[in-house]
């Protein structure tokens, strides 16, 4: 059954759920976590000199003060004590690795697997082996010899942006040298529709928003994201610009209470217990359909003669045909596909025509749909319609993911590799590199299920956890030989992404104990420059490495001393040379250890509508409306009479948790007591005779989910959420072909009872 669905969604009022974000709970998580005995040592490392190892807003840590670029103190949320003090557990024994067979492991819960502690000593699974056991470092380097000279296509890797600029330029400088193109990032997953819709539209690829620049703004339109929980520190200047008389309009299919009221622990006097509005105009449109909504604001923009047509002539180019696009949509259509009254899209258009500096910033939301890219050409295109982009104060902004993985794009970590860096690293290694086309990550996963790799080397992250459909993600990694992570702590990935052969995971220094300065890269083009560290882990049994230590010595192993003297790279600041040598805009990277001085990337920032492209102009796209059905009980694997609901299920994350990590089960914030509920609209539920606490059944075209409890949330009719990595287990997700990016955010799910 498919429900018509109504413009304007109704809320639901039934369960208590809080009244807004952040506040009290989280001033008594920083106690709970500060004030404990381990709560020196976290103390410690929050005034370390490095920046924050969560998300990539880049807030930094500075000795007096946890500073952010713009030199502002009480800068650090959370969400960085979380991800710290996951870092600092104890270490996992040997005997643990004895006791517990492969078998048993694989019986973990996400969270399980992360308090298990930190890894500290390298463990191979050997092949028909059914426990993991300690290895030594000479048979390690044995066997990546062996396999790093495997057929180049058939090598690969994958990585996460949690590692440094320096790791990251040596893992693609390596398995360049090696002859591949295999690159697969969680960036594919994430922000690819981004990268790959802005580089084409202004000729680079980030946000074009500075922090300095966010903070002259006076109005943020926020889509697709839920920073209370995932960019805490961002919730600081939407505050800031709403008390400076700014607007901020949502647009979420639900409505996340952080982003309607939010208590900043930043601001205690002023409003830690009354909290600050967020959102001035907050729309739900229907999943996958903010195409739909940014075509009506443009519409409603063009017919009231705010168009700024003096900008779109001397700036731009393609506007012509995206304002006779706008024009020949009618408001019927633009209204039934995203389901927001036209009265609503009037009031954002004028919101957004009457404020002088709009910037448009976005995440998840949209970059994860089978439209990806035309959702980031439609924000772009009402940008440059309102003369928002190469302007002070104004511009496109995507908040980016993990702590450093734009970093990684820089550094050339990437299946699309920038012309020039192409050159440079040609120069470098002297020799041309393959034109063989990479594998990103959905097509890593492909090529692995039908064979086609040999040797999988995982910088980080959760390459199985991570992915659609986790009995392929499974079955492809197990037709790998070899497959090395490289990792802080365990996951799920470890128990159920086995290679044929030899699986062996080598255990890392985090951030902030690397023996050796890094750098990193925030979402608002900040470099930071961590400084060196120690770690906890201390005793006999502990057997770290540098993720720069292990990279060069396979390297060096590989590739010899010439042209490249990989060994003499261990010291980091040859690398950073290397970086300013190779990687345009990373110029000041070449004296960084000298000046100690931390630099936005030059050419990223646009006070000018200039763009890096070849005509100098931005160039605009048509973006045509998603055609959004949802299939009919007969396309699920059910009797024809079974009573359900078929919803769009977008998958993310709950409050405490890291992307594939969970810390805790559940969120509060939205009233979601464990991790197998599924967040609904109540007429929804309704429609199926269904009702609130009721356990059901949850199908998708991967498998289903059982028991699952309905939560009441104020959602969108139509639409659902869940979280992942456990929603995995039973989705199978559509791909936007031009960035790789999989529709995470509208999966088509039945839900119902037997
Ligand atoms: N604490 C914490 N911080 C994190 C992370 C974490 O897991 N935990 N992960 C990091 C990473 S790698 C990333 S990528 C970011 C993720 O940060 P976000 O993108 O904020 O996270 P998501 O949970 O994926 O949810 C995004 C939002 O999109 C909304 N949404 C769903 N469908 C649609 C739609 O069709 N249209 C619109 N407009 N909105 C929609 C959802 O309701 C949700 O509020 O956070 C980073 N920071
Ligand atoms: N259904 C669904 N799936 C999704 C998403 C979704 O919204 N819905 N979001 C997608 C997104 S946006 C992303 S970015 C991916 C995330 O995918 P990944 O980046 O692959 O996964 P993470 O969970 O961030 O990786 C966690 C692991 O990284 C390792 N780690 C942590 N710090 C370090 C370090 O300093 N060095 C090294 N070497 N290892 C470290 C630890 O071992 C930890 O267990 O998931 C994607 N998958
Ligand atoms: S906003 Fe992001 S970078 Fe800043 S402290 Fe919080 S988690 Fe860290
Ligand atoms: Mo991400």
């Not at 990539?56 to 952010?68: D, E, I, L, P, S």
């Not at 426990?131 to 890797?157: D, P, T």
């Not at 499974?474 to 030899?502: C, D």
Request: charged share 20%; glycine share 8%; with cysteine.
């Amino acid at each position: 059954m498919v429900r018509d669905i109504k413009p304007d969604p109704q809320p639901n009022t039934d369960s208590p759920k809080p009244t807004m974000g952040g506040g009290m709970p989280i001033v008594g998580y920083w106690a709970e976590k500060t004030l404990t005995p381990e709560g020196l040592l976290l103390w410690k490392t929050l005034f370390h000199k490095s920046a924050c190892l969560s998300c990539a807003w880049g807030t930094g840590g500075q000795k007096g003060g946890f500073k952010n670029e713009d030199g502002e103190t009480l800068q650090r949320c959370a969400k960085s004590v979380e991800a710290i003090a996951a870092e600092l557990q104890e270490p996992v024994r040997q005997h643990f690795f004895a006791q517990h067979s492969i078998d048993d492991l694989k019986q973990l819960t996400s969270q399980e697997a992360d308090k298990l502690g930190r890894l500290s000593f390298p463990v191979i699974l050997r092949e028909g082996k059914s426990h993991y056991e300690r290895i030594s470092w000479s048979e390690i380097y044995r066997i990546a010899e062996a396999s790093f000279r495997k057929k180049s296509e058939r090598i690969a890797s994958y990585s996460s942006g949690r590692s440094s600029n320096e790791a990251a330029y040596l893992l693609q400088l390596m398995i360049r040298a090696m002859g591949s193109n295999n690159l697969a990032d969680c960036s594919d997953l994430c922000h690819a529709a981004s990268t790959v819709g802005l580089k084409e539209m202004f000729g680079s690829g980030t946000s074009m928003v500075s922090l300095e620049n966010l903070k002259q703004s006076d109005c943020i339109v926020l889509i697709g994201s839920n920073a209370p929980a995932n960019h805490p520190r961002l919730m600081n200047e939407l505050i800031q610009l709403r008390e400076r008389g700014g607007k901020v309009i949502v647009v979420n299919p639900v409505v996340e209470v952080g982003l309607v009221k939010f208590a900043s622990p930043a601001y205690p006097i002023k409003s830690l217990f009354t909290g600050s509005d967020i959102s001035s105009l907050y729309l739900q449109p229907v999943p996958g359909s903010d195409v739909a909504l940014f075509v009506g604001i443009q519409k409603s923009l063009i017919e009231r003669g705010t168009v700024q047509y003096s900008y779109l002539q001397k700036y731009t180019q393609g506007w012509e045909a995206v304002i006779e696009h706008a024009q020949s949509t009618s408001w019927e259509n633009i209204v039934q596909v995203c389901g927001i009254s036209r009265d609503l899209i009037e009031q954002a258009a004028q919101m957004i025509w009457e404020s002088d500096k709009v910037v448009f910033a976005w995440a998840m939301g949209v970059t994860q749909q089978e439209n990806g890219v035309d959702n980031i050409f439609s924000i772009a295109n009402t940008a440059l319609l309102t003369g928002n982009a190469g302007k002070v104060g104004s511009g496109t902004m995507p908040i980016r993911g993990h702590s450093n993985v734009q970093g990684f794009g820089s550094m050339g970590v990437t299946i699309r590799l920038k012309e020039e860096i192409r050159v440079a690293l040609e120069k470098l290694l002297k020799r041309p590199l393959s034109r063989v086309p990479g594998y990103d990550t959905r097509a890593l996963i492909e090529a692995a299920d039908q064979g086609k790799i040999d040797t999988l080397i995982c910088l980080g992250g959760n390459l199985y956890a991570a992915n659609p459909n986790l009995a392929q993600a499974s079955r492809a990694l197990s037709q790998i030989e070899t497959i090395f992570y490289i990792s802080t702590k365990p996951n799920l990935g470890h128990f159920h992404g086995l290679a044929k052969g030899n699986t062996i995971i080598i255990p890392v220094y985090a951030r902030f104990e690397n023996p050796h300065k890094t750098t990193t890269e925030s979402g608002n083009n900040f470099v930071r420059l961590n400084d060196e560290g120690e770690t906890h882990l201390w005793d006999q049994d502990v057997d770290l490495i540098s993720e720069v230590e292990f990279l060069t010595e396979i390297a060096h192993r590989i590739h010899g001393d010439s042209p490249v003297n990989w060994r003499k790279l261990q010291d980091t600041k040859y690398i950073r040379q290397l970086i300013a040598q190779t990687i345009p805009g990373f110029e000041k990277m070449a004296t960084i250890d000298e000046t100690k001085e931390e630099f936005t990337i030059t050419g990223r920032i646009f006070h000018k509508p200039e763009f890096p492209t070849k005509s100098g102009k931005a160039s605009m796209f048509v973006t045509p409306l998603p055609n959004l059905t949802l299939p009919s009980i007969g396309d699920f694997d059910v009797p024809e009479s079974t009573k359900g609901v078929i919803v769009a299920l977008g998958t993310g994350r709950s409050y405490s948790q890291h992307n594939t990590v969970v810390y805790k089960a559940a969120d509060k914030f939205r009233g979601m007591p464990h991790r197998n509920c599924i967040l609904m609209n109540k007429s929804d539920a309704e429609s199926a005779g269904l009702s609130e606490h009721q356990r059901v059944t949850v199908q998708g075209h991967a498998g289903k989910m059982e028991n699952v409890e309905i939560i009441y949330g104020s959602i969108r009719e139509g639409a659902a959420l869940m979280f992942y990595p456990e929603v995995n287990a039973i989705v199978h997700t559509k791909v936007d072909s031009r960035c790789g990016t999989p529709a995470f955010k509208r999966i088509p799910i039945l839900v119902y009872t037997t």
